[in-house]
Each structure stands twice: as C-alpha cells, then as structure tokens.
C-alpha cells in the first residue's frame, strides 16, 4: 500500500460550524470521519460542531457545513434531512448511501409489507403471538430507499463506501478554504 502524500494545512478564513448526522447508514463513514486521528485537534480549532454523533446535540442549529450519512428509509430521515437542509448554508451527500441509497436500497424490489411480515411474523423460529411492531413513537418506513438528493438540494457529493480519511480531510480543507472540492483519482474508492 502507498503512503498518501502529506496533506496541505487546513485553511479556514474564521470558525465555521459543522453537523453531521446518520440516516439510514451504518454509521462507517462518521467512523472513516474520525479516522482522520489527530488531525481532529486541528480541525477543531477551525469548526464548532453543531447537531452530531460526537456532541450528542439533538436539534441542528445554523451552521456552515451539514454532512450527511445514509439515505431516506422512514419518515423521521426525511424531516431531519430537511431540517439539516433549512439549517445548512453548504449540505454534502457523504458516502454511497447518502448518494444513491447504497445497501439499504437493495430492499426497493421487495414489497416493504411483504417485508415486515416475513421479519416479524412468519420466520421460522419466532412465536406465534409476534406481530409487526406499531409502537407510534417508531417513524413510518417509506417503500423505498430514496437518496437525498431525490428530497433536497444537494450541494456536494463526497463518494466512498465509506469515503477515506483523507477523502473528509482533503474535501473538508477545500470546502473551508472556499475552493471547490476536488477529490482526485486517489482519494476515490469503495473498499
Ligand atoms: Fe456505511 Fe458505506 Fe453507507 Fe457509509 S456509504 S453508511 S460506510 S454502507
């Protein structure tokens, strides 16, 4: 394997703010994120986050930057994609799912009913009292994975499955430097 080039510094003219949030992902790319190891502490002395895995905020606040991870499987992912769209100057589509609906989107040519019963009720093994879950604080699956795109604007597209560290480093240090991101051959891949 190749040692990736050293990276530029970080260039961001003031501190900017950044949320993230996981919708239906695996949660790889925030993981693939904090591979970025110790280049976090510089990161954080040129963004805030807002809304994210990592400062457990629940509500997103107006912010800069807005990374999203995982496409669209049930109503609850819609409304925080459009919170995050109305809160977010710049949104990124982070990863296959985000992009094209990745994994999850596999389900799109089965029937989400035939789906749900063969899960919860006829599988070989489960009980004869299981039923499909109603609890109605749980958010309506759709009956199809949807990209975000196909709900909201998208500004960029940051692709990988999960996208490389050096991928969010290299793409996060042009988008706070007011460059438009450029990735390159090298930094795109889906391992
Ligand atoms: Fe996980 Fe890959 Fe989807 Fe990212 S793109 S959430 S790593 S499956």
């Not at 604080?137 to 050096?166: K, R, T």
Request: glycine share 8%; net charge negative.
């Amino acid at each position: 394997m190749t040692t990736p080039a050293p990276l530029p510094p970080l260039q961001a003219p003031r501190k900017l703010k950044l949320a993230t949030v996981s919708l239906a992902g695996c949660f790889g790319c925030h993981m693939s994120f904090l591979d970025i190891d110790e280049r976090l502490f510089e990161l954080i002395e040129h963004i805030e986050f807002d809304r994210s895995p990592l400062t457990d905020i629940k509500q997103v606040g107006v912010c800069d930057i807005g990374l999203i991870e995982g496409g669209l499987c049930n109503a609850e992912n819609v409304l925080v994609l459009r919170e995050f769209r109305a809160h977010c100057k710049t949104l990124v589509a982070v990863g296959a799912c985000a992009i094209t609906g990745g994994l999850p989107a596999q389900r799109n040519h089965m029937d989400i009913g035939a789906i749900l019963t063969d899960v919860y009720c006829t599988r070989q093994g489960l009980s004869a009292s299981c039923r499909i879950p109603d609890d109605p604080e749980l958010p309506l699956p759709l009956n199809q994975v949807h990209p975000i795109h196909e709900v909201v604007h998208v500004d960029y597209f940051l692709p990988g499955c999960p996208p490389s560290a050096n991928a969010f480093w290299t793409f996060l240090n042009d988008l706070m430097a007011g460059r438009t991101p450029h990735l390159g051959h090298g930094l795109m891949h889906y391992d």
